[in-house]
Nanobody, 124 residues
Framework: QVQLVESGGGLAQPGGPLRFSCAASGSIISINAMGWYRQAPEKQRELVATVTSGGSTNYADSVKGRFTISRDNAKNMVYLQMNSLKPEDTAVYYC??????????????????WGQGTQVTVSS
């Protein structure tokens, strides 16, 4: 099995920073894209930022210039640095990775795996 474990998040003041990290572990063969998504109350889950294994990044328009995604391929980790936080950034943030894995002699092709989610609240 594989899993994604997130850390960071919590309460932040408007204009302040927060940083997330997400570690992938288990019987991983390869990790393709990794990213962060968020879901605010009564809203659909939305993309925040993604990064490919080669380092290409993509951001939601609402976070461009404020958030930075990065990854460490050697450690199977992805990070999200959030600056200039706004109350509308309040949401549960989820880490996602597209991974292939093995179990015994079986190969499982790439599919989406999700972290458990972590709450971010931006409030004064």
């Amino acid at each position: 099995q594989v899993q994604l474990v997130e850390s960071g998040g919590g309460l932040a003041q408007p204009g302040g920073p927060l940083r997330f990290s997400c570690a992938a572990s288990g019987s991983i063969i390869s990790i393709n894209a990794m990213g962060w998504y968020r879901q605010a109350p009564e809203k659909q889950r939305e993309l925040v930022a993604t990064v490919t294994s080669g380092g290409s990044t993509n951001y939601a328009d609402s976070v461009k210039g404020r958030f930075t995604i990065s990854r460490d391929n050697a450690k199977n980790m992805v990070y999200l640095q959030m600056n200039s936080l706004k109350p509308e950034d309040t949401a549960v943030y989820y880490c996602k990775a597209v991974m292939s894995r093995y179990s015994g002699s079986y190969y499982y092709p790439p599919r989406d795996y999700w972290g458990q989610g972590t709450q971010v609240t931006v409030s004064s």
